[in-house]
Each structure stands twice: as C-alpha cells, then as structure tokens.
C-alpha cells in the first residue's frame, strides 16, 4: 500500500468533463500535466489523474487547458506494465496566484517489504551527518498477477544521536514494515522514481482476528 496527501501544481492537459461514480455521483475529471525536473534531460512529463467530488456544471468553464493549478488531496499510485500512474482525489484547488514551478509534494504513507539483501546503506551528507539509505517495495494485484512499486528511503539521526539509533534489531532482510515520510517524486532519464524522507519507521505486525 502506498499513499500520500500531496500538493500538486501542474497545467490541465484538455478542459475538465463531469463524469459519475458508481453511485451516480457527479465528479469533476481532468488531467494535470506535471513537469519533473530530470538530471539526464531537460525534464520529464507526467499526467496526473485527477478527480474533483460533489462537481458543478460551472466548474467546467474554470478548469480548462491551459490552466495552472494547484490541486491539494490524497494521491494513489498504481503501476500499469512497467510505468506509474498517478490518481489525485482532490479537495481543495487554488488557481490564483499558481507559481510556474511544477510540483509534487506532501506526506507519504507506506506498507510493504525490505530488499532480501543488502537492506540498507550507511552515507554522509555534506555536513558530515551520518544517514541511511534503503529501498523497499509494495505489492499489488492487478488481474491476475501481482506487481510490485519501489520506492527509495533516507532515513537521518536525531541531531547528535548515533547512526545505530536508527537501525532497530527487527531491520532484517525482507522485513514487513510501515513507513511515513516526506514524499518526493523525480525522474531519471524518463524514469520516474518515488523517494521518502523517512519521519517514522514500524515493523509491520500482523493480528491474529
């Protein structure tokens, strides 16, 4: 499971339509294009599926193509073959004042699984500050089959505590773990990648019902 309450600014793709859920319920659907910022090329495109609850026909005159806007909501992230797709419930859009800066942004809730070696890897900032840095993944069934979502983790001391103090006993190969962080999406030669800032760190315990 990966989710997140995120920030998103980027531009309507094509004007926004009214659509119905499964309960007849109207819903404003449009699409943002968002720019990331690649180190191996100029940048990196995605869109951002979008939909907007308890939609009004007049709505659809103020979110089209060609507008910026910032869209804040909870964000779910789905892999479709080999690429992300991104789907944004929103509840609140600003669109005066929308900076030219495209972004993503906001806290990133995680459940699944460490690597099965090399769990973690001990680095150095600038300042010297020890920290580590780890992967894991979340699985998902999609028709028949289960695809799995990697998303990469730093993980910083407190100020002046040691580096074993985030490095509990339980971080072993494979653990099941929960994760909450600052979520941070970049791309990388046309690959988008999901990164996290790690707040706070559990080992995943199953209850016996």
């Given at each position: 499971?990966?989710?997140a309450?995120?920030?998103v600014?980027?531009t309507?793709?094509?004007?926004?339509?009214?659509?119905?859920?499964?309960?007849n319920n109207p819903?404003?659907?449009?699409?943002l294009t968002?720019c990331?910022p690649?180190?191996?090329?100029?940048?990196?495109?995605?869109d951002?599926?979008?939909?907007?609850?308890n939609a009004r026909?007049e709505?659809v005159?103020?979110?089209?193509?060609?507008?910026?806007?910032?869209v804040?909501g909870s964000?779910?992230f789905?892999?479709k073959?080999e690429?992300?797709?991104?789907?944004?419930?929103?509840?609140?859009?600003?669109i005066?004042?929308v900076?030219?800066?495209?972004?993503?942004?906001?806290?990133?809730?995680?459940?699944?699984h460490?690597k099965?070696?090399?769990?973690?890897?001990?680095k150095?900032?600038k300042?010297?500050h020890?920290?580590i840095?780890?992967s894991?993944?979340?699985s998902?069934?999609v028709?028949?089959?289960?695809?799995?979502?990697?998303v990469n983790?730093?993980?910083?001391?407190e100020?002046?505590?040691?580096?074993?103090s985030?490095?509990?006993?339980w971080m072993?190969?494979?653990s099941?773990v929960?994760?909450?962080?600052?979520?941070?999406v970049?791309s990388?030669?046309g690959?988008?990648?999901l990164?996290?800032?790690?707040?706070?760190i559990q080992?995943?315990?199953?209850?016996q019902?």
């Amino acid at each position: 499971m990966i989710k997140a309450e995120v920030n998103v600014t980027g531009t309507v793709k094509r004007n926004a339509g009214i659509r119905t859920d499964r309960n007849n319920n109207p819903y404003l659907s449009l699409i943002l294009t968002v720019c990331l910022p690649d180190a191996k090329q100029t940048n990196h495109s995605i869109d951002v599926f979008v939909s907007l609850p308890n939609a009004r026909q007049e709505d659809v005159y103020t979110y089209t193509e060609g507008s910026r806007l910032t869209v804040n909501g909870s964000m779910d992230f789905r892999k479709k073959e080999e690429e992300l797709q991104f789907y944004l419930t929103g509840n609140l859009v600003s669109i005066e004042n929308v900076t030219d800066l495209d972004a993503i942004g906001g806290t990133m809730t995680f459940r699944g699984h460490l690597k099965k070696e090399n769990v973690y890897e001990q680095k150095t900032d600038k300042n010297g500050h020890p920290y580590i840095v780890f992967s894991a993944y979340s699985s998902e069934k999609v028709g028949e089959s289960f695809v799995s979502t990697w998303v990469n983790f730093m993980r910083f001391p407190e100020k002046d505590a040691d580096i074993s103090s985030i490095l509990p006993d339980w971080m072993r190969p494979k653990s099941h773990v929960d994760i909450t962080g600052d979520l941070q999406v970049s791309s990388y030669g046309g690959t988008v990648r999901l990164s996290c800032r790690v707040r706070d760190i559990q080992e995943h315990v199953y209850v016996q019902q």
